[in-house]
């Protein structure tokens, strides 16, 4: 990245991993529905023609086969852990890789180069928006504060913390914690 992008700047967006992992049950544990699947094919279109027919191929070839049940980001471990451990565990093991995965790829870059966002914090206050536009060195056009004012809701925030009940809490606090201490999230 360095090399190609010797100037750039990221963006570090985090969720607590509590809401994280029960949502990603849910979609794991969802059939796809056609409004999902067409929503999917339009957000294939932005990232290009080639990962979209390698998005396809994959769905194909898997379908009916035991990897077609793997949902979102793998991690190494995670075919066996499917087969072994209960499904939230594996979500909250899945948050927790991508997690630390960001956080050491980021923990080579300065302070300064790194916008850290927390969802929670995005999706409640419209001037986030702002400050992010002052990281990129740019001003915010209103329509950008519109849009977040008319668009984006809270109803995710405590989402798993509201829908699970306190022993799946306790039993996947421990598969968190570390990640969730590095980012300043009690639980």
Known sequence: MERVFPDARFIHLVRNGVDVAESARRRWQARPSLAYLVRKALFLRWVGVRHGLKYVWRWLRNTGSESSQLWGPHYPGMENDVTES?????????????????LDALGEYPDNRIFRLRYEQFVTDPGTVNRLADFLGMTAPDSMLGYHRANIEDTFVGRGRRRLTDA???AIRPILRPSQNQLGYQH
């Open 86 to 102: 209960p499904l939230l565990h594996v979500c909250a093991r899945q948050w927790r890789a991508c997690t630390q995965s960001a």
């Open 168 to 170: 799946e809490q306790r």
